[in-house]
């Protein structure tokens, strides 16, 4: 069997070799802080595979877990930490991030990580101590008001899906201060990081894909994956107010397991286009676009590396009728009601304008954030732009085909 040290140095050089880990920084933190010890009781390779642990759970649902390490080295790249900078964490868990940031910033750098659950800080600061990184300071608190104490911060960190930026993050950060969060946008998770280029005002310089377990405490956000009521698929809502509709959950259940009016789809979508590509295209330029999750998918909460061989689909949900774009082969487009013809051009139009424009990912969205009430002078929504106000009133400008 491997040793720690063998596993560790395999997963770090697969990560590079798959360009999760870039810069010598990420790279140094990754070798030197042992993943293992935030894991006490793993052996090594369960410690060193790329795959997240789940370290608490709650009524059957994981509310903490030591990140999937691919995901854990793309964040770091796009926190672009370095050497001298405070930086809060928000989600401490094991606190295996907290080790690796407190790695790169160095000892002149400042690290606070926070956690909403004692257990959780208190475990934090024993792998830290185990690892010889006790100059980390991990404190219990609810992370929705960032962590005023210890502020301003040059980087602040999320590792928890939040569904709202909130004001507080934004001023606690320095002038061209980074903030790096796990956001859900029209039922898409996107790690994005964002510059703050001014008072109240944030630009993106990366989009990514990802799966984090969601906020608890007063940031929570109560919208959850609906089941429909036949017990088999999941609706991701990207509408609530569709989602939450019984009628539209009906119409839904109805439209999967009746026959339907059924037409090839203009692009054989992978599942993996329909959270990051495709889905995050509709989603974003139609609220009434829903994500679903088949019987054997079970929740999204999983990572979506390991999405392959998952049933999924899009649903667009009219007051009269459906449609469906399903994407095990051959994609078909299904429509379902007197209004699921129209509802079908729609998402047929939809799907054929992302193959027209390259069929973009989360990588090529820039998203402009506005928080109204820290904001000097906001600056007027761009023509053509999208705006959509999240649920602690800052307002996201989000736009394609600018992003690295
Ligand atoms: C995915 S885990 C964090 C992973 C961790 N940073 C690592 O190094 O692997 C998310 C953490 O966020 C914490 N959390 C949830 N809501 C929070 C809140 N409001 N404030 C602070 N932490 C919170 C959870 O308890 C959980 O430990």
Redesign the pocket.
């Known amino acids: 069997m491997a040793t720690a040290e063998q596993a560790r140095e395999r997963l770090v050089a697969d990560l590079v070799r798959d360009g999760r880990v870039r810069s010598p920084r990420v790279r140094a933190a990754m070798e030197a802080v042992p993943r293992h010890l935030?894991l006490p009781g793993l052996d090594p390779a369960a410690a060193y595979a790329d795959e997240?642990v789940p370290i608490?759970t709650d009524g059957g649902v994981t509310?903490?877990?030591?990140?999937q390490p691919s995901m854990?080295a793309i964040m770091l790249e796009q926190l672009e930490a370095a050497p001298g900078h405070r930086v809060l964490?928000?989600?401490?868990?094991?606190?295996?991030?907290?080790g690796l940031l407190a790695h790169v910033v160095g000892p002149d750098g400042a690290v606070i990580?926070?956690?909403?659950?004692d257990d959780?800080v208190e475990g934090t600061r024993k792998n830290l101590a185990a690892a010889g990184l006790e100059r980390v300071t991990a404190v219990t608190?609810?992370?929705?008001g960032g962590y005023p104490a210890g502020a301003p911060y040059d980087r602040i960190e999320l590792?928890?899906g939040a569904t709202a930026i909130r004001p507080e993050w934004v001023a606690q950060l320095v002038p061209d201060g980074r903030l790096l969060l796990p956001l859900t946008v029209r039922g898409s998770q996107l790690s994005i990081a964002f510059t703050h280029t001014g008072p109240g005002l944030l630009t993106s310089t990366s989009v990514r894909s990802c799966a984090?377990?969601?906020?608890?405490?007063?940031?929570?956000d109560p919208g959850r994956d609906t089941v429909l009521p036949g017990g088999g698929w999941t609706v991701q809502p990207a509408c609530r107010d569709v989602a939450e509709g019984d009628a539209g959950l009906e119409v839904l259940e109805r439209a999967l397991h009746e026959p339907g009016r059924d037409r090839d789809a203009p692009v054989p979508g992978s599942v993996s286009d329909l959270w990051d590509g495709l889905g995050l295209w509709c989603a974003l330029a139609d609220p009434r676009v829903v994500r679903l999750l088949g019987p054997d998918g079970g929740c999204l909460a999983r990572s979506l590396f390991g999405l392959a061989g998952v049933r999924a689909g899009l649903g667009l949900v009219t007051e009269d009728g459906c449609a469906l774009l399903v994407a095990d082969p051959p994609a078909t487009i299904r429509s379902f009601g007197p209004g699921g013809d129209g509802a079908a051009d729609r998402l047929a139009a939809l799907a054929a304008g992302w193959v027209r424009a390259g069929r973009p990912h989360a990588a090529d969205l820039r998203v402009d954030a506005v928080v109204p009430e820290l904001a000097d002078d906001p600056p007027p929504v761009p023509d053509g732009g999208r705006e959509i106000v999240d649920g602690a009133g800052t307002r996201l400008r989000i736009a394609w085909g600018t992003g690295p």
Do not use: Y
């Open positions: 935030f997240a608490k509310v903490s877990s030591v990140s854990v964490e928000i989600g401490a868990g094991a606190g295996w991030n907290a990580t926070v956690d909403i659950d959780l608190a609810d992370g929705a590792t928890v984090f377990v969601r906020l608890r405490g007063a940031g929570a």
